[in-house]
């Protein structure tokens, strides 16, 4: 009789719970739940106007994934529960919530529903960025030791920054939350009935190195109530896969798997997919392509590299250097292209061929000479997380003329998107950490045109993974790993992980071109992102300045 | 009984003709009709496919225009034909075309229809901008003195660039051709037997100054064979509003109008506007807001204004010296918006509402605060007239976040427009030309919003035309001069011309905050348009590299 775990992803727009067996990792059954209230950016459900750059979510509908979604995914395994012998899950991060000390929600209690700072904010609530800047200003000052590991700038995107945010403007809100906790932590406790702290949320998005959080000190100097965040983030920090607990006969009551069987303590999505895709090697990147791009890989020594969002000892998988680089809009810029500015006639004619629009577009696009549209565009539409770190960016698109077409402007998305992630490889290896091997997962390897000018522009093989659901399975493999069926998650890796679908190798013709147009690409990124102008800048605060405060 | 005059106005996309009363410059009917093959942009009709940047016409569509509008006109009007008493008729410029020496066209031989040089070439025809290039560095090398009356640039949309175009790519359809002539010249040729050059379209868009045309020895050292050019163009000059003949009995039948009347010279569309608007005396600015913009004045004496388009004497109005400059693309642009970037679900709203795409976009954007959309345009999509003479700059759109909604990035359209129209004001008055007055006139004043931007934008009272037909009107007013009923153009605009329907005054707070937000337009303008930085004519180059040529 088999053995199985249970692995689950907390997404964006979605979750997913998959039924894996722990001998090769084969999928027996997933289910996805799609959040009721999506990512919450224009008005509190039933409540107030956000200003711009918000990204809430409802706790309640990550909870909603656990109670419907890993059911479900049992049932379509066919398979006896008693089997399921660990479950472990990731979230995106740093996607973070206030709690009371029982690991209520704020947002969850009815006097605090109607304060958009009592909600869970997501990892793209890009409004922190003044409290991001005041903090990169005062620990390069003070020469606090840990900048470095964060490529010399802390993101507004993490813990200490929406934290400060919080205080800030609503200093309530932050008094009355006992705890200051990542989504998959919490979702960890509902599971064991204990908190604990994932080590790679508290390494990249929580700025603690070498155990430490940053100095009581430090933080008065941001705030003299700020401190009070300390007792806040504490508890005991797990490894990667370790075993957080075991399932409650609650929790057991409302997933479905049996009570007792081993929790592996959180986690951050794309760190498992490293797992998944057999990445975890030093010297393997992952990049996993979808509403964002994260950029993961493992290394034997520290080297703190300008502009990456991080190297956190243990961070990705236990006993190595692990190293995060990401973009914060890629699959999220394409999407919006389709929503707000695909026109109607592609829409119609899409529809008559009975395709996804992105598809037309791709159809259209695809055999465009590299450079025959005339345009060029920069991918910060969501911001810029590494290697600007500075989320007061936004897109760019030059070249627009009145025979422009559609599928010239997505084609360029795509580019743009691709110059970017080169722009982070690059950084790596100009730092002496040397990428071997690209491996790409996610949503986007769907589509083939993308993986095509991914490998031209980054000028080498990349090879796509083979798996649905390549998250959730990441959180399988730890669950395995906690559950004690393997030593390590290198050794569960090499048993549980996916295999390549597919390698796409660059074309010389091609790569050719596209090195001339990242070129302008690198001019434009550092003219409009390091100071060339400050326009950016000056329209992001204008168009704050319009908006009212929550 | 009442004396009538027949304009015609020849646009980019239709002709028009009205009837007019020679008393007071009522209208009395009008008709409009479409080009049968509009602007040719991408293929000849059954022909070969074109390069970008190219933009021609169909000669039979001008034609059609004056054998279907003006007597259905006529008939509107429900006047005797025979109480038309001349004829009048404007075009666009420089929209010049290529004939034997008995006019007719080549694009209308057989051996030379497929030929893509052997067609009218519109003005917004772009691909000639090397040899514009190379014309304004020989001109500066040599210190050609005419140069200055251009701003110190000639402009790729003009004849001698079109030109030294055809002749470099099709040599044969050079030689071929006996009359190198603009399509106003050519239609009144049609209607009164005998070719004449208007002063206003030799002067401003083909270097005749002081009488002269560009010399032989200037012209070859171009190309060896370009002095061929001057006996194309040569011919009668005539001044605006000159009677160039009668109307000839053959041309008498198939328009309607009794024959012997007499026959306007030729005219640029937005000069004869200016006596539509009675904007003829110094100082008063006329804008005409459509497909481009034609910024129109007249004044006493010759300043040399940098950048802006022209100036020649007696070039819009006899006696005075007339300025033009003007800005590529407007109208354009926000077709272009509507065509290919407009999304499913606004064309449906605005079917839902019953109201055009524009009115819907105006409606949602009208109530922004000024930078709430944190968005800036350059309004380059169709290259830049005035004051960079530059049609290889294409358009810029900085500032798009994952929030950015289409009401947001069309009104950062709109105010890009206001933007390079404050441009090209500021160069004539830095120059010391004063612009006392601004009247606009055009099918883009229908937009109340754009009229308020543009009031904001450029912080003067803006006065809007009260007339359907307004170039039509003026050519009307023209064909009142040449058949005698008025002394001079001054004379007939003050009892013809047309009444302001309303005036905008600029709102002092947004006013203000338009200031700063046109201060980060000029800077993003000199950094992509004035050197800081050449990509825009990097993606130029490569776009056309990788098309075929004709």
């Given at each position: 009789m088999g053995r199985y775990v249970v692995g689950v992803d907390l997404g964006t727009l979605s979750g997913r719970a998959v039924v894996v067996d722990?001998?090769?990792?084969?999928?027996?059954g997933s289910a996805v739940h799609a959040y009721?209230?999506?990512?919450?950016?224009?008005?509190?459900p039933g409540g107030p106007a956000l200003p711009p750059g918000w990204a809430l979510q409802d706790p309640a509908d990550h909870v909603e994934v656990l109670r419907t979604a890993v059911p479900a995914a049992v049932r379509a395994a066919?398979?006896?529960?008693?089997?399921?012998?660990g479950v472990g899950l990731d979230a995106t991060s740093c996607t973070v919530l206030p709690t009371r000390a029982?690991?209520?929600?704020?947002?969850?209690?009815p006097e605090l529903r109607?304060?958009?700072?009592a909600w869970p904010k997501l990892w793209?609530?890009?409004?922190a960025q003044r409290q991001a800047h005041r903090i990169n200003a005062l620990a390069a000052e003070r020469g606090e030791p840990w900048l470095a590991r964060y490529g010399g700038r802390v993101s507004a995107e993490w813990q200490l920054a929406k934290a400060l945010e919080v205080l800030e403007e609503d200093p309530e809100v932050f008094r009355h939350a006992d705890r200051w906790v990542e989504t998959a932590d919490w979702l960890v406790r509902l599971l064991c009935g204990r908190e604990t702290r994932n080590a790679s949320a508290a390494g990249?998005?929580?700025?603690?190195?070498d155990g430490s959080s940053p100095a009581p000190d430090f933080l008065a100097a941001l705030?003299?109530?700020?401190?009070?965040l300390l007792p806040k983030v504490d508890g005991p920090l797990l490894p990667p896969a370790?075993?957080?607990g075991a399932l409650t006969a609650e929790a057991a009551g409302w997933t479905g798997l049996p009570a007792g069987i081993a929790v592996a303590a959180g986690a951050i999505d794309a760190h498992v997919t490293a797992a998944a895709a057999r990445?975890?090697?030093?010297g393997r990147m992952l990049a996993v392509l979808g509403t964002s791009t994260c950029l993961i890989m493992n290394g034997d020594t520290c080297h703190e590299v300008p502009g990456v969002c991080g190297v956190v000892?243990?961070?990705?998988?236990?006993?190595r250097w692990g190293y995060e680089a990401g973009q914060s809009g890629v699959g999220d810029i394409f999407a919006w292209y389709v929503d707000r500015a695909l026109p109607a006639s592609y829409a119609a004619e899409a529809a008559r061929r009975g395709m996804p629009v992105q598809d037309l577009l791709d159809s259209l696009a695809a055999?465009?000479?590299?450079?025959?549209?005339g345009l060029l565009a920069l991918d910060w539409h969501s911001g810029n997380?590494?290697?600007?770190?500075?989320?007061?960016l936004s897109g760019v698109l030059v070249?627009?003329?009145?025979?422009?077409r559609p599928e010239e402007i997505w084609r360029a998305l795509l580019e743009a998107t691709a110059f970017g992630a080169r722009t982070v490889v690059e950084a790596f290896e100009a730092a002496g950490?040397?990428?071997?091997e690209l491996t790409a997962a996610g949503?986007?390897?769907?589509n083939r045109l993308l993986l095509r000018i991914y490998a031209d522009v980054l000028r080498r093989p990349l090879h796509v993974l083979d798996a649905a659901h390549p998250a959730a399975l990441g959180a399988a493999i730890h669950a395995a790993v906690a559950a004690g069926a393997y030593p390590d998650v290198e050794t569960a890796s090499a048993a549980m992980g996916a295999k390549h679908r597919e390698t796409w190798h660059p074309d010389p013709a091609r790569a050719a071109a596209y090195d001339d147009l990242y070129a302008d690409y690198r001019n434009l990124h550092d003219h409009f992102g390091r100071g060339g102008t400050n326009i950016l800048h000056r329209l992001n605060t204008r168009r704050h300045q319009s908006h009212p405060s929550p």
């Open positions: 722990v001998a090769d990792g084969a999928e027996r009721r209230h999506g990512v919450v950016t224009e008005r509190l066919g398979i006896d529960p008693t089997q399921v012998v029982d690991g209520t929600p704020l947002a969850e209690l109607d304060r958009p700072h793209k609530h890009h409004s990249f998005k929580g700025l603690c190195q705030h003299p109530e700020l401190p009070d370790a075993r957080a990445s975890v090697a030093p000892e243990g961070g990705v998988t236990a006993g055999d465009q000479p590299v450079g025959g549209h997380r590494s290697v600007l770190m500075d989320h007061e070249g627009l003329t009145l025979a422009t950490v040397a990428v071997d949503g986007l390897t769907a």
